[in-house]
């Protein structure tokens, strides 16, 4: 018993107090639906934050480098802990942001927080994972927890839409079991740690690779990459908004989080596997921008800018050195912000018109500027324009290839263009807003969790770039732990 | 002199937009314009500080600042920080833009009708972007500031132009962000070699050019032609120009003042600073073709100059036309093309706002820009045509007008040249006589169709200049007689930066 409550409070005690919560909630479901359903946001809030302060209180050892807990199961390094902040902050916005979600379903809101708890849970486990069981738990549980987020929505296609979602994901996580079971029948092993020790012995390069490509079917799919591609415009568009905003942002660190666990592990035994990488993210960017420029609806434009966004970091973490990784970590920092003001000012203006085609942005500078300026700057950090955090983010990355060698440069510059063409994808909202027509559109002021996070994420992303200094040595500290 | 600080002179017109776009600020025209002017004559007067007390001897940069937040340096870690200072060619064009920028405010009053906040906050930010890039001594906040330079310049073009600016402005965007993929990749690519083979992590442009010959040929090529294409976009040569006679058709008129007398300089001293300082020897290899590109771009734009019928558009491509004076100019490699060449760009900026000038007074009085609407408003405004005569003067290269020294200087330049091609070179200098017959061609036939032939029925009752435009174009005119007497008071300035240059070309 004393080693369980050991093991806990090294490596696991964030995803306690998250169980304890979720377990509160469905109870909490029982009993008190439609009255007291505003309660339900203000107890995830304490969950999350207790999280969070948790996560803080975690033992790094920087000698000791990994603390195994459970017997192998879970591991809990410096590079998890900065992922599962990354996470928890994340999931605290998206909170914020479901207010009015709940508002128009008060009798399943404790429902609903207790689902959203449960994915951010298993996204955690996910990237804490310390052998291929728990990683396959984890990632089938994130799956289904996706799927009955996407149920919540009022919209009609949207049960038809999640249930899409749904098969394929199913499929995708079969293909990963698949892989595992090769894996397995090479080794003999599902820790990760007995996995590496008996790759150092023995290499088998065809099986290896066999089974690696497979393994990664799940994330690709998850973070929207192309030949995963087709789900995600129909998937956000029937969504409702903060679940949207949940897919296009909490999937992205924990895949990110688990393809560079599990590239660490192979990558020394199958180097054909960076060209593999820094071609899909190219081909990513370039087909998902085309889509973008082409979209009238801004989820639809959002759900492409969030395939995008996952190519550029595959590319970074495809030519994976030291530079590559701490460069998807500050990128993942940086779009976390970014991604999330550009939600919750998206957010905002639903609940006020209940519309959201990029037409009806039109002409919005002359009755809100605060508003526009703020939306337009998180906006350019997701473009990665000048003054905004996604420029530096961008300028550490791409040189982290560009340091790699001269082989990638041709790949660099092809996905530099189409990063261009997404840019006019971004620019047409922009541009929709200061348009000078009249409109009827009205931003509702009274809505102050959402836009306290938008401007807060605004001003977060200006932030990031004076000081990226000290961000970017923090980032560096932590990729030299993996 | 410590007094004066470039941080100041960059992120000042930052902090004055936005402090005229806090709700709060008055939102009536007249005080908005008149804050705008009162600070624009405050910074020019900053900036010409900058050059009464600059050190013409020094050799290398000077009034050296760094930007730091709380003693913290901007991206330390990856040698990069945000390093300002001036040179003799770079302390000339920051003068030039805080001037520019004044005499637009000056004439802004009659062509903006609306939005008037936004359009003096956004000209504002414009000037900051530039400064930037003039001011920058590192490789990525240059790049920066060359990104941020077309956000508000977008919406300068799309908000307060014609019917038809969205288009052009965005065909101008959209080929501009293209163009800064090369030279964001070029960047990129110099840095990293350049880490590789040095091992000291820096994207300072002087340490960068110390040692160029730790590069090999093809890939100092490679990133040559990658800066080439970002840069010959904005200055603007043949080739890549057809973005610029559309723009400036369509954007109203202070806009026009505004791209011609400003953002064209930056081109060519993109190409001064990297093309040229980072890889002389290539510069040297490249130089023939450089010279006949420049001499074709003379020919073929002052053809298709004369074959347009309006008035913009002639303006616009006589620019490009002169612009390949300062190509020629650059690639001869000896001292007084190089002079010649910094000059004449700094004289174009002036003449060609000065002419943008004199078609904002006709297009504001006309509402039209076509030749075949206009003729004979010399009659009704008189004060108008004497001075664009003096104007249209200058932009020919009359003597003791400003572009005749530096006509002149690149001429004897390419005939005096060294380069190994003399038969090329000869003949290029012969074409280049034969093009100053070419210019007074088209400008003259501009001044002519507006000012001298018949004058129409519906202009009879036009009024003459107002007390802003003579105001305006009385300054100009100044400047283009007081620099055309006096002609050594500009190069002397940048003297001891082309000896410098001269030093790495080893010529």
Not at chain 1, 347 to 370: A, C, V, W
Not at chain 2, 280 to 295: Q, R, S, T, Y
Not at chain 2, 390 to 399: D, E, L, T
Request: net charge positive; with cysteine.
């Amino acid at each position: 018993m004393n080693n369980v409550w050991n093991d806990i409070l090294n490596a696991y005690l964030p995803e306690s107090i998250l169980i304890i919560f979720i377990i509160f909630n469905l109870a909490a479901s029982l009993f008190f639906n439609t009255y007291l359903y505003k309660l339900s946001k203000w107890f995830t809030l304490l969950g999350i934050s207790l999280a969070l302060g948790a996560t803080f209180f975690l033992p790094i050892d920087p000698d000791n480098m990994e603390i195994f807990a459970f017997s192998g199961e879970i591991v809990s390094n410096i590079y998890t802990v900065f992922y599962k902040i990354l996470i928890l902050m994340c999931s605290f916005c998206l909170t914020l942001l479901s207010g009015y979600f709940i508002r128009e379903k008060r009798d399943r809101a404790f429902e609903y927080f207790s689902v959203f708890l449960c994915a951010v849970l298993f996204s955690m486990c996910m990237i804490s994972s310390g052998d291929l069981a728990c990683l396959f738990l984890s990632v089938e549980g994130f799956g289904l927890c996706c799927y009955l987020l996407l149920n919540f929505s009022k919209s009609p296609d949207a049960k038809q839409l999640s249930f899409g979602y749904f098969v394929q994901g199913a499929v995708a996580a079969l293909l990963f079991l698949f892989g595992v079971s090769y894996l397995y029948g090479l080794c003999g092993q599902i820790g990760f740690a007995q996995v590496s020790e008996y790759l150092l012995q023995n290499n088998s390069f065809v099986l290896l690779s066999f089974s690696f490509v497979l393994m990664l079917c799940p994330f690709f799919f998850k973070l929207g990459l192309v030949p995963f591609s087709s789900w995600i415009s129909d998937t956000f568009e029937g969504a409702g908004y903060p679940i949207a905003a949940f897919m296009s942002s909490i999937p992205v660190f924990a895949c990110f989080g688990v393809i560079s666990r599990l590239l660490l592990l192979f990558i020394n035994y199958i180097p054909v596997l960076k060209l593999v990488f820094v071609c899909i993210g190219m081909f990513t960017i370039i087909c998902s921008s085309l889509c973008a420029i082409r979209q009238t609806g801004v989820k639809r434009m959002l759900a492409y800018s969030m395939s995008v966004q996952s190519g550029i970091m595959l590319l970074g973490l495809g030519v994976f050195s030291v530079f590559s990784l701490s460069g998807v970590l500050f990128y993942l920092m940086c779009y976390m912000f970014a991604n999330i003001g550009v939600w919750a000012a998206i957010i905002l203006f639903y609940i006020s018109t209940k519309r959201g085609d990029i037409e009806d942005y039109n002409g919005l500078i002359f009755h809100r500027p605060y508003y526009v300026i703020a939306f337009t700057t998180v906006l350019i950090a997701l473009a990665g324009l000048a003054p905004t955090s996604g420029f530096v983010s961008k300028l550490y990355l791409f040189s982290a290839v560009a340091r790699a060698g001269f082989l990638f440069l041709p790949f660099l510059i092809i996905s530099m263009l189409g990063c261009v063409i997404m840019i006019f994808a971004y620019w047409k909202l922009i541009r929709a807003m200061f348009r000078r027509v009249e409109t009827d559109a009205v931003i509702n002021t009274q809505i102050v969790s959402s836009k306290f996070i938008l401007y807060a994420c605004a001003l977060a992303t200006v932030l990031i770039c004076i000081f990226a200094d000290k961000i970017i040595q923090l980032c560096q500290s932590v990729a030299y732990y993996l | 002199m410590n007094f004066l600080s470039l941080i100041t002179l960059i992120f000042a017109p930052i902090a004055a937009a936005i402090l005229m776009l806090v709700p709060k600020f008055p939102n009536h025209q007249v005080k908005v314009r008149r804050f705008a002017k009162a600070f624009a004559s405050v910074h020019f007067i900053y900036a010409l500080l900058f050059l009464v007390f600059f050190d013409t001897g020094l050799y290398g940069m000077s009034y050296e600042k760094e930007l730091t937040f709380f003693n913290i340096s901007w991206l330390k870690s990856m040698g990069i920080s945000a390093k300002f200072a001036l040179d003799g060619i770079s302390v000339l064009m920051v003068v030039l833009t805080s001037f520019i920028v004044l005499i637009t405010f000056v004439l802004s009053k009659m062509h903006v009708r609306r939005k008037h906040k936004l359009y003096y906050s956004m000209v504002l930010l414009f000037e900051s972007a530039i400064l930037g890039i003039l001011c920058s001594k590192d490789m990525f906040m240059f790049f920066v500031f060359w990104e941020l330079s077309l956000i508000p310049l977008y919406f300068l073009i799309s908000q307060w132009g014609n019917s038809e600016a969205r288009s052009a402005a965005m065909k101008f965007t959209l080929a501009s962000f293209c163009a800064n993929v090369f030279l964001f990749f070029a960047m990129l690519i110099l840095y990293y070699y350049n880490f590789a083979v040095s091992n000291v992590l820096t994207a300072n442009i002087e340490s960068l050019s110390m040692d160029e010959n730790i590069y090999p040929v093809w890939f100092q090529v490679t990133v040559f032609v990658n800066f080439l294409i970002g840069f010959v976009l904005r200055v603007p040569f043949v080739f890549f120009h057809s973005w610029f006679p559309d723009v400036q058709s369509k954007a109203s008129a202070p806009v026009n003042i505004l791209i011609s007398g400003t953002l064209l300089c930056t081109g060519v001293y993109g190409l001064i600073r990297f093309n040229m300082q980072i890889f002389p020897e290539i510069f040297k290899m490249f130089a023939p073709v450089l010279m006949c590109w420049g001499v074709f771009n003379i020919i073929y734009a002052g053809a298709l100059s004369i074959l347009q019928t309006e008035i913009k558009k002639i303006a616009s491509y006589a620019q490009i036309s002169m612009m390949g004076f300062v190509m020629i100019g650059l690639a001869c490699l000896n001292q007084v093309g190089f002079n010649g060449a910094v000059f004449m760009t700094l004289a174009l900026a002036v003449v060609f706002a000065a002419l943008f000038a004199v078609i904002s007074a006709v297009q504001f009085r006309t509402k039209t820009t076509y030749l075949t609407a206009l003729g004979g408003l010399g009659q009704v405004m008189p004060k108008c045509m004497y001075f664009s005569l003096i104007i249209c003067f200058g932009a020919i290269g009359v003597p003791f007008l400003i572009t005749f020294a530096p006509k002149l200087m690149i001429l004897s330049g390419a005939i005096l040249s060294n380069l190994e091609e003399q038969l090329l070179v000869k003949i290029v200098a012969i074409i280049g006589l034969l093009s100053i017959i070419f210019a007074s061609g088209y400008i003259m036939y501009l001044f002519y169709k507006i000012f001298c032939s018949v004058l129409l029925e519906q202009w009879k009752r036009l009024k003459d200049l107002s007390i802003q435009e003579m105001s305006v174009m009385s300054a100009l005119c100044l400047v283009i007689i007081y620099f055309g007497v006096y002609p050594m008071s500009v190069i002397q300035v940048y003297q001891s930066v082309s000896n410098l240059l001269l030093d790495i070309l080893q010529v």
